[in-house]
């Protein structure tokens, strides 16, 4: 496969593992919807910066500190779920708001807070740091990657469909390019149905509210059941 169609590859991988509905997925919606395109990009860009750290963190070999840690790796997942079962109980406040904040002054403090916010999850959230333990490392080691196996819930069915070289500079560019394209697009459609229906943010608030308690319990439960096994 030459560079240009290495690039399409690594773009549909990330797009793949970006788009679908998840915790971070949650705090983009519920910053765009409530505070604007601006907020909602922001807090996409503070996820994908984790994904970067987490790269480097992979290419210098750091990560695999991590994997030969379990008790590490559940305080890992303990710290992500408290964050979201936080952050839910944010989703839920700004539910109430059916509006954007109109001070600049103030939008740009929320968006910045959103930033940060998604920053912090993304570092703590199990989901990104199990991929870069497993498939992210496999991205920068020579070999092959069965790329649409990965996808949430279609993969087993995907699988196979799309087999690619990994190890390739044009790969991990590509998967950036999809991931990067995905926050700031994502936040956009979001605001654009939102202009069309007014009770659009308050209705993603509450969803964003829900999807980051879901995840917030099930990751709590998931490190005390593990670190109850390692003793």
Do not use: H
């Amino acid at each position: 496969m030459n560079t240009v169609g290495t690039l399409v590859v690594g773009a549909v991988f990330g797009l793949a593992l970006a788009a679908p509905p998840g915790p971070m997925n949650a705090v983009i919606a519920e910053e765009s919807v409530v505070r604007g395109w601006v907020a909602g990009a922001r807090a996409g860009l503070g996820a994908a910066v984790a994904d970067v750290l987490f790269f480097a963190l992979a290419y210098v070999g750091l990560v695999g500190i991590v994997e030969s840690a379990p008790r590490l790796q559940s305080g890992m997942v303990a710290v992500g779920g408290v964050l979201m079962c936080y952050f839910a109980v944010g989703a839920a406040r700004s539910a109430r708001a059916s509006f954007r904040p109109t001070s600049g002054g103030e939008a740009r403090i929320d968006a910045g807070k959103g930033f940060r916010k998604a920053l912090l999850l993304a570092l703590t959230n199990p989901y990104q740091v199990l991929f870069w333990l497993t498939v992210g490392v496999g991205l920068l080691r020579p070999g092959r990657l069965d790329v649409l196996a990965y996808v949430p819930v279609v993969g087993p069915e995907l699988s196979g469909t799309l087999v690619v070289a990994t190890g390739s500079p044009a790969l991990i560019v590509g998967f950036f390019l999809g991931v990067f394209g995905w926050v700031l697009a994502f936040p956009a459609a979001l605001v654009a149905a939102e202009s069309r229906l007014e009770t659009f943010a308050p209705v993603v608030a509450v969803g964003s509210a829900v999807v980051l308690a879901g995840f917030g319990v099930f990751f709590l439960v998931e490190a005390a059941t593990a670190l109850l096994s390692i003793r």
